[in-house]
């Protein structure tokens, strides 16, 4: 089942790869999709996201890119998860794969709604699988850095200084999906280089933060 807000792009992928396509708020459409594939689903993929800057401090605040930040790259798990566990808990099976960003485990210079909310993801994916683990729900939270996607088109130039040097094609992320589902781990990194990076954040902050302050700096010269 393939889903977008845009419904001819969505029914065009549908139709190359064979599948059916559902338009509308990926949020909503749970039970749609249910009764398109037959009743039951059994892997979601949240994969819906928006960037938004939403403003530096001291500037006017955009709140309205902040409610959608929080609503397309947290919320809509949140609902997606509360219309799937259910059925899922009943059979004891279900895999939800949460599409989160490297940001969400460190974080991007100048977008604070995305890295923000990216974070929120990620703990949102942690808790799913913490709390239901044993109950059969199985739970990936996939973490890229830079995609070759419209997204990173879109980010502007602190997208052009930290992520387009290393970018990916989206078939890469898949790829890896699909390796750590066969594996069954919770945290995918398709660049792994993110895993060394999350560890110096967490064994000193302090150094990591003035790492990630000589980015910005840097950036701060180029724009």
Not at 7 to 23: D, L, P, S, W, Y
Not at 61 to 68: I, M, Q, S
Request: glycine letters at 10%; a negative charge.
């Amino acid at each position: 089942m393939v889903n977008d807000l845009d419904a001819a792009r969505a029914k065009a992928v549908a139709e190359e790869i064979g599948g059916q396509a559902v338009a509308g708020d990926a949020s909503s459409v749970v039970d749609e999709a249910r009764d398109a594939l037959g009743g039951t689903v059994d892997v979601w993929c949240a994969n819906a996201g928006v960037g938004r800057d939403g403003g530096e401090p001291g500037e006017p605040l955009r709140e309205e890119d902040w409610a959608l930040s929080w609503d397309v790259n947290v919320m809509a798990h949140v609902r997606a998860a509360h219309a799937l566990l259910p059925e899922w808990l009943e059979r004891g099976s279900g895999r939800f794969v949460s599409t989160v960003s490297a940001a969400g485990l460190l974080t991007m210079i100048g977008t604070a709604p995305y890295s923000v909310t990216k974070h929120g993801a990620y703990a949102f994916a942690e808790w799913l699988s913490l709390t239901y683990r044993h109950r059969g729900v199985k739970v990936h939270a996939i973490c890229p850095q830079g995609v070759r996607t419209d997204m990173l088109d879109a980010s502007g130039s602190a997208g052009d200084l930290v992520l387009k040097p290393t970018a990916i094609e989206p078939e890469d992320v898949a790829d890896a999906l699909f390796d750590g589902i066969e594996q069954d781990r919770f945290l995918i990194l398709p660049h792994p280089e993110v895993a060394e990076y999350y560890r110096a954040r967490a064994a000193d902050p302090e150094r990591w933060l003035g790492g990630m302050n000589r980015v910005q700096r840097q950036w701060e010269t180029t724009r």
